[in-house]
C-alpha cells in the first residue's frame, strides 16, 4: 500500500518511508517498537476492534513535514502507550481516541493537527517533558510523572480539565488557558 488507507492491526514494526508495511503479529496488549508516518500520502486508523493497546516503545513520529499524513484512534478507540516523544509533523494530523487512554513518557511537539476528541492525554514520564502544542487545545490532560512538563514555544489551552499529581508543572513564561474547567 504505496497511499490511501489502511488499518494497522497485525503489526511490530511500522516504519513508513516510501509506502506502508507492517511485519509480525500482534498480541494483545500490542506492541510497537517505532511508528513512523511520512513520506506519502497515508491514512491510517489505529486498531481493528475496540479493548486493544497499542504500546510504542519508541517515538510516535507522525508525517514528514511535507506530504500528507493522517492518523485516526477515533474509530477502535485503543488505548495507546507512547514510551518516547510524540511529534505530529506539519501536513500531518492525529486524532486521539474518543474513549481509550493515551499516555506520553515523552515530549510532546505538535506542527500539524491534533484533535483530542475529548479524551485525555497523560504526561508519565521520569524527567522533564516538554509540550509545544502549537496552540491547538486539549481536551483533559494529567500529569503523574515525577519529573517536570514543561510549556515550549506556545500557550497552553485545556477544555476541560487539569491535573497534576505529580512533579512540578512549569509555564515557562507562556500563557496556560482553562475553558470549562473542572
Same mark, same amino acid.
Given at each position: ?27 494483545? !496488549? ?27 516503545? +519508541? ?8 506530504? !500528507? ?8 478507540? !485503543? +488505548?495507546? +502507550? ?8 506539519? &501536513?500531518?494530523?492525529? @486524532? ?10 515523552? &515530549? %510532546?511537539? &505538535? ?20 509540550? &509545544? ?14 519529573? @517536570? ?20 508543572? +512549569?509555564?515557562?513564561?507562556?500563557? %496556560? ?6
Amino acid at each position: 500500500l504505496n497511499s490511501g488507507e489502511g488499518e494497522l492491526a497485525n503489526a511490530a514494526v511500522v516504519d513508513v518511508a516510501n509506502g506502508f508495511a507492517y511485519v509480525g503479529t500482534m498480541n494483545s !496488549p500490542a506492541k510497537i517498537v517505532k511508528i513512523d508516518i511520512s513520506s506519502v500520502t497515508t491514512i491510517v486508523r489505529l486498531g481493528t476492534a475496540s479493548g486493544q493497546t497499542l504500546t510504542v516503545n +519508541d517515538n510516535l513520529t507522525l508525517g514528514d513535514g511535507t506530504n !500528507p499524513a493522517s492518523v485516526n484512534a477515533g474509530v477502535f478507540n !485503543p +488505548d495507546i +502507550d507512547v514510551n518516547g516523544n510524540v511529534t505530529i509533523n506539519a &501536513n500531518a494530523e492525529f @486524532t486521539a481516541s474518543s474513549s481509550g487512554a493515551f499516555s506520553v513518557a515523552g &515530549n %510532546w511537539s &505538535n506542527s500539524g493537527i491534533f484533535s483530542n476528541n475529548s479524551e485525555t492525554v497523560a504526561f508519565d514520564g521520569a524527567g522533564t517533558q516538554t509540550l &509545544n502544542s502549537s496552540g491547538a487545545g486539549f481536551y483533559k490532560i494529567t500529569h503523574s510523572g515525577s519529573g @517536570t512538563l514543561q510549556l515550549t514555544t506556545n500557550a497552553l489551552t485545556v477544555s476541560n480539565s487539569f491535573t497534576n499529581s505529580a512533579g512540578t508543572f +512549569d509555564l515557562n513564561g507562556k500563557n %496556560w488557558t482553562m475553558t470549562g474547567a473542572t
